[in-house]
């Protein structure tokens, strides 16, 4: 079936450590997205990659940083990891333009600052 | 100002009962579309349904109806014969546009508990 995979599910970091979190989708999306939401609130967006344009949200910490290496993969990588990065992230993809285009999210990973 | 207002952080409903989840939203833009997304406790958020700004018609989607009343800015769900599996969080979310990427802007979320 296609779809949208996180890896990994769970991921625990200590304060300040590099970590990187994945996406891959197999919807040959164009667009792709990545969402941070945390406990009780609504998803927020930090970013979005339309083919290789990135997209910056303006409220978005430089703590955060995107690649997309082709059109299948895109990674989240956080620096320096605050305690208040804990938090689930969510992928998302979906096609462009109007219309429909419903955004297909991928099962998410929860971050764990120690 | 917020764009997507959902007034209700909690309901409780039983079994085999409609339930309405309430959504207004703001917007200049003529074109515009409508979600609502359930996420369930697993984290995982799953498309239910979707409205254009220019349908004519209420969408529909199996169990799930949207009541769109454009004049009043308000897309709520409508879930028919509520069922134990219903229990998540639902968000209302809005896209601006018609071109580019759907950047959504999601409200607050209702959390659905449906009762046995």
């Known amino acids: 079936d296609a779809m949208v995979i996180q890896n990994p599910r769970y991921q625990v970091t200590q304060f300040g450590k590099p970590v990187t979190l994945s996406c891959s989708q197999t919807?040959?999306?164009?667009?792709m997205y990545w969402y941070q939401q945390k406990s009780s609130q609504a998803p927020k967006l930090l970013f979005h990659?339309?083919?290789?344009?990135?997209?910056n949200e303006a409220d978005t910490p430089d703590n955060f940083q995107s690649r997309r290496p082709n059109t299948s993969f895109c990674f989240l990588d956080i620096r320096s990891p605050g305690l208040g990065d804990a938090a689930m992230y969510l992928c998302?993809?979906?096609?462009?333009?109007?219309?429909?285009?419903?955004?297909?999210f991928g099962p998410g990973t929860r971050l764990t600052v120690l | 100002a917020q764009k997507i207002t959902q007034t209700q952080p909690g309901m409780f409903v039983q079994e085999k009962e409609a339930v309405t989840l309430d959504c207004t939203y703001d917007?200049?833009?003529?074109?515009?579309?409508l979600f609502w997304y359930k996420q369930p406790s697993s984290g995982e958020m799953i498309f239910l349904i979707y409205?254009?700004?220019?349908?004519?018609q209420n969408a529909t989607e199996g169990r799930y109806s949207l009541n769109f009343q454009k004049a009043r800015k308000s897309a709520n769900l409508v879930i028919s014969a509520s069922q134990l599996g219903d229990s998540a969080m639902y968000f209302c979310?809005?896209?601006?546009?018609?071109?580019?990427?759907?950047?959504?802007?999601f409200g607050q979320g209702t959390r659905l508990t449906i009762n046995p």
């Open positions: 998302a993809t979906s096609g462009a333009g109007g219309g429909r285009n419903e955004q297909f």
């Open positions: 917007t200049s833009d003529p074109s515009y579309g």
């Open positions: 990659y339309y083919d290789k344009d990135f997209n």
């Open positions: 979310a809005m896209r601006e546009g018609a071109q580019g990427a759907q950047k959504l802007v």
């Open positions: 919807l040959n999306h164009n667009v």
């Open positions: 409205q254009g700004s220019y349908d004519q």
